[in-house]
């Protein structure tokens, strides 16, 4: 499920940066490698637990809210980048105001 | 159990070739500035420090959710020794052959896309720079 959840993730992101594409100002291409990066790691997780014998995807509520947690993980990074890079120099007055003397 | 070590050092191998290309992408853009030279983009294609923070967002990307799902699993902790298999020697070895394994395989599978995804972005960008090359020439 967690596999399932952030693939979704990820093909969610990847249209919503196509349709601003080629304008990446909100940094959205980050959050769709972020989550393309991680789908392909737990697509190679699950052929390896094919090999030991268990299955290729857990269908439990608990692996669901992991896939979840996951992809709020993964939105909170991207603000983080984002606030920080301040693409729209939001923080730009309160980083260019010096203290009065 | 700490499967996602493999990529991080990949991811920081990459970020430092990275850096590097940046440097000497914006000596080499000072160069032609001082001497005149044209900056041809057609046939500079795109720069390869752009191509490696591609490999490199997919890397630390899926690492920093893989570490967040070994955290959920109790495999991580944020105390020393933050692997809770280095507590038991017999965890040891089955975990150092996940990483060898399982850790490697996800590093080649995530390099690899990266590979076709350069080689698509630049077949594009010289059918595009083709294109654009013909309609300047009418």
Known sequence: MCLLITLLAAVTTTIVWYVQAPNNLYRVSTLCFMYWGASLMWLVDGFFCIAEGEPFLEFSSGDALLGFTVVLCGLAAWVIILLYNDPKNVFKPFRKSSPQK | ?????????????????????????????????????????????????????????????????????????????P???????????????????????????????????????????????????VVVHAAQEE
């Open chain 2, 79 to 129: 105390w020393p020794p933050f692997l809770t298999a280095m507590n038991n020697p017999a965890d040891i070895m089955p975990m150092l052959q996940e990483i060898a394994s399982v850790g490697t395989s996800m590093a080649i599978l995530v390099t690899l896309v990266w590979a076709v995804l350069v080689i698509v972005a630049d077949h594009i960008y010289k059918r595009k720079s």
């Open chain 2, 1 to 77: 159990m700490a499967c996602f070590l493999a990529p991080a050092a990949e991811a920081i191998v990459m970020t430092i070739v990275k850096k590097s290309m940046e440097k000497k992408e914006a000596q080499k853009v000072v160069l032609n500035s001082e001497t005149g030279a044209s900056d041809n983009h057609a046939e500079a294609g795109i720069p390869w420090s752009r191509k490696l923070s591609w490999l490199t967002n997919l890397l630390w990307g899926g690492v920093f959710l893989l570490a967040i799902e070994h955290i959920w699993h109790g495999e991580v902790v």
